[in-house]
């Protein structure tokens, strides 16, 4: 189980590009944390912020697609 990605790698689980990544950091959207020149994205950050937008759209991923905080 992982419990931070790297932006490459949030990019890859969203399959959205590296500015909107950055766009939604800047909005407040996913939280980061730096650990020297790096930056990662916690896990429960991704899963809050996959959770939101399906509950905005009212839907869900029936493929477990989701829930990144299970990766090995």
Same mark, same amino acid.
């Given at each position: 189980?992982?419990?931070?990605?790297? $932006?490459?790698?949030?990019?890859?689980?969203?399959? +959205? #590009?590296?500015?909107?990544?950055?766009?939604?950091?800047?909005? &407040? %959207?996913?939280?980061?944390?730096?650990?020297?020149?790096?930056?990662? $994205?916690?896990?429960?950050?991704?899963?809050?912020? +996959? #959770?939101?937008?399906?509950?905005?759209?009212?839907?869900?991923? &029936? %493929?477990?697609?989701?829930?990144?905080?299970?990766?090995?």
């Amino acid at each position: 189980m992982k419990l931070a990605y790297s $932006i490459v790698e949030a990019c890859d689980l969203l399959s +959205i #590009g590296r500015t909107t990544l950055y766009q939604l950091i800047k909005a &407040g %959207d996913l939280q980061t944390r730096k650990v020297g020149r790096r930056t990662l $994205i916690p896990a429960k950050s991704l899963d809050s912020f +996959i #959770g939101a937008v399906e509950q905005r759209d009212g839907r869900a991923c &029936g %493929d477990g697609s989701a829930d990144v905080s299970h990766d090995s």
